[in-house]
């Protein structure tokens, strides 16, 4: 978990990097995966190339903004934090100014790559804005700001259904709850790597609102989240090859919970990691699927 702490006479793009965190790229991963669930299933298996590839990149643009405002809105609580006291801006080697510089140039390069697109998509795109903008200062009075992550994190669901079928169906609406479930899982086995550091210094987070039934909530969360992608099977007409891939990332949650059962620092951090291979195990179902269709 640990990380060289970034020297003073680094080049200022490493420094830039190291705040967008490029060298960590789970983040981004996690934003991808219920990405291309929604463009997959509401493209039926072929969304537009311009969608596929706007989104894509719309998803690294964001999550680096996301990290730039996060960091500058905890820059006071991060050095108190073991795990991100090393960051370059509450290391005091980027300074504010230039993290907000950085969200709004990425946030605006990613509204541009929206602008061919419709009208839904584009007022959408304003809601995920505000979503990314404000998600760090949820932290301060939100018992379970995974939550408020989760439509963060997800908000590419309904956007790519709008931008493929210029209409939100109940599919989008349970696949984004879906997400919100799996953000909740994940982000509460990352926020147990901090509690004690937490706790002391005031941040709310899901692990600490869920005190000694944090692993419960866990794998009730990856629960709801896979019975909600099964409604939305339902609801799509998908078939047995989506199912399969259920299965898969229920196994995978299901493993998560001998990382996380003993609270561990290191097997929770291992947890949260490996959740990429959830979300790649409903794509893969997804994409079979519209393959053997």
């Not at 019975?227 to 299901?254: D, F, K, S």
């Not at 001998?258 to 291979?277: K, M, V």
Request: aromatic content about 14%.
């Amino acid at each position: 978990m640990s990380s060289v702490r970034p020297s003073a006479a680094a080049p200022r793009w490493l420094l830039y990097a190291r705040l967008l965190r490029l060298h960590r790229p789970i983040g981004t991963l996690l934003l991808l995966w219920p990405t291309l669930w929604a463009l997959f299933v509401a493209g039926h298996g072929a969304p537009p190339a311009y969608v596929l590839v706007a989104f894509c990149v719309g998803t690294l643009l964001m999550r680096s903004a996301g990290c730039a405002i996060n960091d500058w809105a905890d820059r006071d609580f991060d050095r108190h934090v073991e795990r991100t006291a090393e960051r370059p801006l509450t290391a005091g080697l980027i300074r504010p100014g230039e993290a907000l510089a950085l969200f709004v140039v990425l946030s605006l390069v990613s509204f541009l790559l929206v602008l061919p697109l419709n009208g839904l998509t584009i007022g959408l795109a304003f809601v995920g804005a505000f979503l990314a903008a404000s998600y760090p200062f949820t932290k301060r009075f939100v018992a379970i700001p995974q939550a408020y992550l989760g439509i963060a994190f997800g908000f590419g669901i309904p956007m790519a259904w709008a931008a493929i079928q210029g209409a939100l169906p109940l599919s989008s609406w349970a696949m984004l709850a879906a997400n919100v479930f799996w953000a909740i899982a994940y982000d509460t086995e990352y926020a147990m790597v901090d509690r004690d550091d937490d706790l002391k210094i005031g941040i709310r987070t899901s692990a600490i609102t869920f005190g000694r039934f944090d692993v419960a909530a866990v794998m009730a969360s990856y629960a709801a989240s896979l019975a909600l992608l099964a409604w939305v099977g339902r609801l799509e007409e998908l078939g047995p090859a989506y199912y399969a891939g259920l299965v898969v990332a229920a196994g995978i949650a299901a493993y998560h919970w001998t990382l996380i059962r003993d609270r561990g620092r290191e097997g929770c951090f291992r947890a949260f990691n490996h959740n990429t291979w959830f979300g790649a195990a409903v794509f893969a179902g997804i994409a079979v699927d519209f393959v053997l269709a």
